[in-house]
């Protein structure tokens, strides 16, 4: 069976549906469908907080330091941040109204715009803006057909809506079949011949679906609380996504450098180990001194707590 048939399956699955049927179909008054994509927005926001907050992430930005950028800070983040609060309500609200890819793609390519402007033009967010404006766009058509928000209908949705069209948007090149106007992802991506943030949408986000919240859910299941289920979350992504930031930064040897620290941590046990803390400050100076940064990583991590809190709204 396709991914698309088994998510089409899930989909008409009535154990999707939620139990009150006031709340089934496409019947919510206005007020109701604006106070729901003001929530999403407000978590989406939320979720990209928690990810810049947390400390220590190997390389990346946090409010304690640096990491490997001299581009950027938190300040620079938090702007990026506040200029992405209406893009996410938007997009809730085009999914909600079913919008084909090409309005999301416009909101999105927007969105990208106020970012840069925030920042004087330092990508901070790219690809977060991409990944969770996807999952905002499902929330809102799931909410506003009275579908669960669960990981799994989530996910049959973005396929079942979006997959044909973000499959067309892996395989888009440059107009004239070179690599002029390609960006730093898509280079990486070509020159090494691996997967980069289009085709893990198109695909459905995998690495989020299948293996960061599922690490997340189980170190949050030991009681180990909220900051160790996002590192055990960030390390398994760091040790099994091809994040093209590391391949442009430092070529196939820094992604596999950074894919055996992240093994080595989860394999002494994550957080589950008295001195995780830190493990994870020596793979932090590590990652400082060769200037790698796990960006796409960062990324699917907001995401993760994205995920985790849309299935709480009601
Ligand atoms: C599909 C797009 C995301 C564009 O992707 P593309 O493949 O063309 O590549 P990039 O423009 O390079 O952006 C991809 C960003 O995605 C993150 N990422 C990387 N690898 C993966 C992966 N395997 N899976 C998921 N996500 C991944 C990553 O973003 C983070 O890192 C950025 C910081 O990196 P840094 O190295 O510091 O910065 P650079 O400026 O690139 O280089 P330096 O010179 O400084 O080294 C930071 O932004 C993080 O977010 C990649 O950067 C998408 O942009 C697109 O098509 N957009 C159009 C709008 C749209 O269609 N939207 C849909 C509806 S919402
Ligand atoms: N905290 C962070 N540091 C550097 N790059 C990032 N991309 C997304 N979040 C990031």
Redesign the pocket.
């Known amino acids: 069976m396709t991914a698309v048939a088994a998510a089409q399956q899930l989909q008409a699955s009535p154990l999707l549906r939620r139990q009150n049927p006031a709340q089934q179909g496409q019947g919510l008054g206005k007020r109701q469908q604006r106070a729901f994509c003001l929530q999403v927005a407000r978590l989406a926001l939320r979720s990209l907080y928690r990810e810049l907050q947390l400390y220590p992430k190997p390389g990346l930005v946090s409010l304690v330091d640096n990491g490997s950028?001299s581009?950027?800070d938190a300040a620079t983040f938090m702007r990026s941040l506040f200029s992405l609060r209406h893009f996410f309500r938007e997009?809730t609200q085009a999914g909600m109204a079913g919008k084909e890819?090409a309005v999301?793609?416009q909101?999105?390519?927007a969105?990208?715009q106020r970012m840069l402007r925030a920042t004087a033009g330092?990508?901070?967010?790219?690809?977060?803006?991409?990944?969770l404006?996807?999952l905002c766009?499902a929330a809102g058509y799931c909410h506003g057909r009275g579908m669960s928000l669960s990981p799994a209908t989530l996910r049959a949705t973005l396929l079942i809506q979006w997959g044909d069209a973000l499959t067309r948007?892996m395989q888009e090149r440059a107009p004239d079949g070179n690599a002029a106007g390609?960006?730093?992802?898509?280079l990486?991506?070509q020159k090494y011949a691996v997967?980069?943030?289009?085709?893990?949408?198109a695909l459905g986000f995998p690495?989020l679906f299948e293996i960061a919240l599922p690490r997340f859910l189980l170190t949050l299941s030991a009681a180990r609380g909220y900051d160790a289920a996002a590192i055990d979350a960030l390390f398994a992504l760091m040790a099994n996504?091809?994040?093209?930031?590391l391949y442009?930064?430092g070529g196939p040897a820094a992604a596999a450098k950074v894919k055996a620290l992240a093994r080595g941590f989860l394999e002494m046990g994550g957080s589950a180990i008295n001195d995780w803390r830190e493990h994870a400050i020596s793979c932090h100076k590590v990652f400082i001194q060769d200037k790698l940064?796990p960006?796409?990583a960062?990324?699917?991590l907001a995401a993760t707590y994205l995920l985790h809190g849309l299935s709480y709204l009601r």
């Open positions: 950028h581009d950027m997009v890819f999301l793609r909101l999105g390519i969105a990208e330092v990508n901070t967010h790219r690809g977060a803006i991409f990944c404006g996807m766009a948007h390609l960006s730093h992802g898509r990486a991506a997967s980069g943030a289009s085709e893990e949408a690495s996504l091809n994040d093209t930031n442009h930064r940064s960006g796409g960062a990324d699917l």
